[in-house]
């Protein structure tokens, strides 16, 4: 199984508007944490927002929210304000609690805003 | 200076050819990745390295030879690769490399690696 899924291939915002990236995971582990990430055509994977599994609030980051439901095991990203440069590939990430700090990547979201 | 740094940003390399991949980051973290994202396929982790010492390999084909000879310098040996090796390599650090807290990656512009 997946444990991190993004059913998104591919979404269109208009410039402005507000929109939201899904992701579910999956974990037994009660310690973990959640990232996301853009990747612009450049290439480079920019961190974007961190929800640990014990944040008892959802992370915000300017116009970075994560909407984080954790009976539903979801983590969406939610971006206010879109804006041209958000124009991207987003990807959800988690790291699980015991041993080393790697991350498990999902398969990634498209975003193109329009002006 | 931009955190973690990647050079070559581009390489086209033949399948007998000898090449390395170097990576360095200005971040005082302890901890470094190497990763290869293929095309509709996500990240893949190959190598972690902790202080210098490799920690983590996932299966990867010896013809990946990872390096790491301190904390700011990791380098990714290449040899007789094929053409499905082609990919786009990251490089990432983070401060600890343990779990616990965020222990947040940063990445490297990445290496678009061609085998022909």
């Known amino acids: 199984a997946q444990k991190i899924t993004q059913t998104q291939p591919g979404m269109f915002v208009q410039e402005k508007e507000a929109v939201t990236l899904d992701c579910t995971y999956d974990t037994s582990d009660p310690s973990y944490g959640l990232f996301w990430y853009k990747q612009p055509s450049s290439g480079e994977m920019i961190f974007l927002i961190y929800?640990?599994?014990?944040?008892?609030q959802n992370a915000t980051e300017g116009r970075y929210s994560l909407n984080f439901q954790k009976a539903r095991k979801s983590a969406n990203l939610v971006i206010s304000a879109s804006q041209l440069g958000d124009s991207a590939m987003y990807f959800c990430a988690m790291r699980e609690g015991s041993g080393y700090s790697t991350l498990t990547f999902g398969k990634g979201t498209m975003l193109l805003v329009s002006p | 200076e931009t955190g973690v740094t990647q050079t070559p940003r581009h390489l086209v390399m033949g399948m007998t050819n000898k090449k390395s991949l170097k990576c360095e980051q200005h971040?005082?973290?302890?901890?470094m990745y190497w990763y290869k994202q293929s095309a509709k396929k996500p990240l893949e982790l190959m190598f972690v390295y902790s202080l210098e010492e490799r920690v983590e390999n996932n299966s990867v084909p010896s013809r990946f030879s990872p390096e790491c000879p301190n904390s700011s310098h990791l380098f990714l040996h290449l040899h007789t690769l094929q053409p499905e090796d082609s990919a786009l390599y990251l490089c990432?650090?983070?401060?600890?490399?343990?779990?616990?807290?965020?222990?947040?990656?940063?990445f490297g512009p990445g290496t678009r690696l061609t085998v022909l």
């Open positions: 971040l005082g973290h302890n901890a």
């Open positions: 990432a650090s983070s401060p600890q490399g343990a779990s616990g807290g965020t222990d947040t990656q940063y």
């Open positions: 929800q640990g599994s014990y944040d008892q």
